[in-house]
Each structure stands twice: as C-alpha cells, then as structure tokens.
C-alpha cells in the first residue's frame, strides 16, 4: 500500500472514496448538491463506533463514494477510534477502487495526538488488507484493487502526518513479512527457508545478515538447541540480523525469536488434533524479523539486532529422549522430561549467546506455552520480566500500539518449581503455572543484562476460521524502538 498526505478542504478534494465521519460527510455532500440521496441514505445509520455506511455519489461528482464512519464526530476514547477505524479498514477492502481518502480528522482521541490517529488508522487498514493467497489456485475471490491511501491533512499537521504515514508503510512492511512467514507451511518455512528470506534484508540501508550452523552452534556448546534440532533432517540455523541505525558505541536492543519451525512435541508426541497449527511455532521468529525489517525501513536511529533460532522439533531415530540430559551453552544442564518443552531449549542457547552483545535490553519473543492461552486468551502477549522500567516500556509501546501485553508474575517463588534429580534443571516445571515456570527457566540464562519476555501463544495466531498469523508482537516492538530511539 502506497501513503501519501493530501491537504485542502474536504469539499473541494476528488476521490474515488472519501472515508470520513457523518457530519463531515453531509458538508461534502451538500457541496455535491447531494443532500436529498444523502440524507435518504443515512435513514437508518447508528452513529456509532463500528458501523459504517457506504453511500455512493453519482458518477460525475468529484467523490464518488462516501465511506461514512460511525461516531467519528467529536472526542472519541482511544478503544472506539480503534474500533471506529477497524470498522472502516473492513468495509474498504471490498471496494472496486484504486485509492481512497482517509479524512477522519473529526474525531479527536483523548489523550492522543495526530500522530497516534494516523498511525493506528493506517494500522488497521494494514491489518484489514492483507492476504496470504500464495498457494491458492484458481479464483481466489475478489481481489484488492487498493493501491493507494491518501491521508488528509491540515497544514498545521502535514508534517506529522507525513512522519506517520512514512513509518506506518515501514511498520506494514514488517508485519506483513512477519505474517508471510507464519503463515508458510512447515515443508517451505524450515530453518533455512528462514535464513534465506534473512538474508534479503541485507539489502537494507545498514543491516547485516550472519548465521551460525550446527557445526558451529555444537562447537560454540549449544547443547539445548542441539538436543532440539537433531531429531530432524533438516538442519537448524542461529539466524543474526544486525541494523546499526543508531550511533556507533550506543548498546543494542537485541531480539530473540523462537523459530521452531515445526513442533510436533518430539519424542513427547502432540496429539493430532490442531497439530497443523504447530507451523505457527516459529512467529516468535517471523516477528522479531518483521520488527528489525521494520525499523531498517524506517531508519530509526537506533541499534538493534535480531537472533533467531530456528529448528525443527521432529520425533526420530535420532531425536532426545526424555530423561536425556544436555550441557547447555552456559554450562548449566538441563534434563529433558518433555520434548515437547522445546522452545525454551533453543532459546537458552541463544539467550547465553547474545551476551557477546553487551545489549542494553534483550526482548524474547516465543510461541512458548499453551498454558499462556489459558491465562489470557488471544487479546494480550504475556510479559514477564524483573525490570520495572523495562517492563513500563513495553506495557506502554503496547497499549499505545494497541498491541497489548499484560505483565505476569516472576517471582522467585516460582523457581522452587524447577527442580531436577539428576541435572541443574529439568525443562518443565512442577503441575501449575507453566507459563511462569517456562519464563523462570529462561530466566536462569539472562542474568548478564535487562531482559523482558514476551509468550505469543495466544496472541501470534489465530486459529479456526480466521487462521493465521496476527504479526504480533511487531506493533508493540516497533513503537518500542520508535521510543528507545528517541
Ligand atoms: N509450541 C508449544 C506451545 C504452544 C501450544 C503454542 C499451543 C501455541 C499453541 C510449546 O512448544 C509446547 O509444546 N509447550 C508445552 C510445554 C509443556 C510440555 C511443559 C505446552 O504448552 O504444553
Ligand atoms: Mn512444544
Ligand atoms: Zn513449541
């Protein structure tokens, strides 16, 4: 989708689609000398927050539809003008136009600024249009014929409106990228599929993609992603993605991503049912990629580098055991009751070799625990972290983001639930709090810097008929590091 800002007054703009609020709407058709099919049309439209009218203009006027928001007059809270452009996002994607004009400006959001209001409506059109029809043949449906949003704009504010739509297009680039990748099949996304779709970020203004093999992780003792990864045929990568936005000596924000490309449980077989939905392990990956492609196209000054660590966990003649013990990279051992607790194995690896970056924050993103679904349903990610500024940075790019979290506890009592017979630490924890014991076990492996956690169980996909990747976190990592850089 293309932006582009479009000042001057509403009734003298030409559009193909003119997507305003009710009271704006009539002045426009008024000017058109369309009162009398205006006011016919709106007979029975509810004013509110979620529904919309489409009322279409003959074909000589200069705006030949009028796309009318509901409760757009006025102050508006923040969760209606989501509500209110979510509405409008949905009921555009059908139409038969090429452009349309996003004028809700009526609408002022408590508390919020302009910059909030073009940024969360350009949002969820992104959210609204985007489709996934790569393996589909034959008729797949209307298709878009959106090519361009134009965002209106007083003159006061054509700047701020200009910055929003700029970093709203590279926002929608990282989270589309996210969602392609989630939503690709097990038998195309493998690590190396990963990998590859990495290394294409290279060609970014200031990113640099490296990766490490099995020979290398085995050697640098990353016993945990390996007990993981070696049950498949397909071998698995540690993917570096390095933007240097910021200044040189400035620390990184490093992000890690879960990239278990397929779970099937290992050895700790799933159950069949859903199990299809397991491709989805690796949107902690997806999205830390989505966020640094993201923040590169927005040339953000800061410094971010993303780790992901990609495997497959695959039950084989080769696959760990329960019961089998591991030496991780930080020289803790792990014994492996359930298999199917794989995440938190690659990620500890990756969490101990991310140390050399002497990051500033690290944020660990992970399909982690089914337990996490439970707790909060698909509307939050959980957080969990010790640090309280960090976690007040997150909690807040999410609510800005509309992209929550919601912060869960780590006490220390919790770790008492992590004991071991015969090693430093198994990788589960006792019945109860599994989204909490698997955040304590990661835990164990990042005393050397500030480090948050984010489970995207529930929050990264969907299931049922609406199946799919939601690109989440990238929303709330972006505005994140929109605010770390300034
Ligand atoms: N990838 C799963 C968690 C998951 C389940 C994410 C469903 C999204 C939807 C993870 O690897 C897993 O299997 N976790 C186990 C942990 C248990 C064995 C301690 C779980 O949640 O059951
Ligand atoms: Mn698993
Ligand atoms: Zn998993």
Redesign the pocket.
């Known amino acids: 989708m293309r932006y582009q800002t479009k000042t001057g007054s509403l009734t003298e703009l030409s559009t193909p689609c003119l997507i305003t609020s009710l009271d704006q709407a009539r002045k426009v058709a008024a000017k058109h000398r369309q009162k009398a099919l205006f006011d016919a049309a709106i007979t029975d439209f509810q004013d509110k927050p979620g529904k919309t009218l489409l009322v279409p203009l003959p074909k000589d006027a200069p705006v030949k539809r009028l796309l009318v928001a509901g409760g757009a007059d006025g102050e508006v809270t923040a969760e209606d003008f989501r509500k209110i452009a979510a509405a409008v996002a949905k009921a555009v994607r059908p139409l038969n136009a090429q452009s349309a004009l996003w004028a809700l400006g009526a609408a002022r959001v408590t508390d919020r600024d302009v910059y909030w209001r073009i940024s969360t409506g350009l949002a969820a059109l992104a959210n609204a249009l985007y489709e996934f029809n790569e393996h589909k043949t034959g008729d797949t449906g209307p298709g878009l014929t959106l090519k361009r949003i134009q965002v209106h704009a007083d003159a006061r504010s054509r700047a701020t409106v200009q910055r929003a739509a700029r970093e709203a297009t590279a926002l929608q680039t990282g989270l589309d990228f996210a969602r392609n990748l989630g939503n690709q099949p097990a038998n195309v996304c493998n690590p190396n599929y990963l990998l590859k779709e990495a290394r294409k970020l290279s060609r970014l203004d200031k990113v640099k993609v490296s990766s490490l093999d099995e020979k290398r992780m085995t050697e640098l003792g990353m016993g945990a992603f390996m007990a993981v990864s070696q049950g498949s045929d397909t071998p698995g990568r540690m993917i570096i993605v390095e933007y240097k936005g910021g200044k040189a000596g400035d620390a990184p924000v490093v992000l890690v991503g879960k990239g278990?490309t397929f779970?099937t449980?290992g050895i700790?077989l799933?159950p069949a049912a859903a199990m299809d939905?397991?491709k989805?392990?690796m949107c902690g990956a997806a999205t830390v990629l989505g966020t640094i492609r993201a923040v590169a196209e927005a040339k953000l000054p800061v410094n971010v580098i993303t780790v992901v660590a990609a495997a497959e966990n695959m039950p084989s003649g080769r696959a760990t055991r329960p019961g089998d013990i591991v030496r991780t990279m930080s020289g803790k051992t792990v014994e492996i009751l359930?298999t199917?607790?794989?995440?938190r194995l690659v990620l500890c690896d990756a969490l101990t070799y991310v140390e050399r970056y002497k990051p500033k924050a690290v944020v660990d993103v992970a399909?982690?625990?089914?337990?996490m679904?439970v707790a909060l349903g698909s509307y939050a990610s959980g957080l969990f972290t010790k640090d309280d500024d960090l976690a007040g940075a997150l909690l807040d790019a999410g609510d800005w983001s509309g992209d929550r979290a919601w912060r869960m506890p780590l006490w220390d009592d919790y770790q008492e639930m992590l004991k071991s017979n015969f090693a430093d630490i198994p990788n589960?924890g006792s019945p109860g709090a599994?989204s909490i014991t698997?955040a304590c076990f990661l835990s164990r492996f990042t005393g050397k810097y500030a480090w948050a956690h984010l489970d995207i169980?529930g929050s990264g996909f969907q299931g049922g008929a609406a199946k799919g990747a939601t690109g989440r976190p990238v929303g709330l990592l972006f505005r994140y590091l929109v605010q770390a850089s300034e």
């Open positions: 278990i779970d449980g700790s799933k939905e397991m989805f392990d359930n199917d607790a794989e995440g399909t982690l625990t089914g337990a679904i589960i599994g698997a169980a």
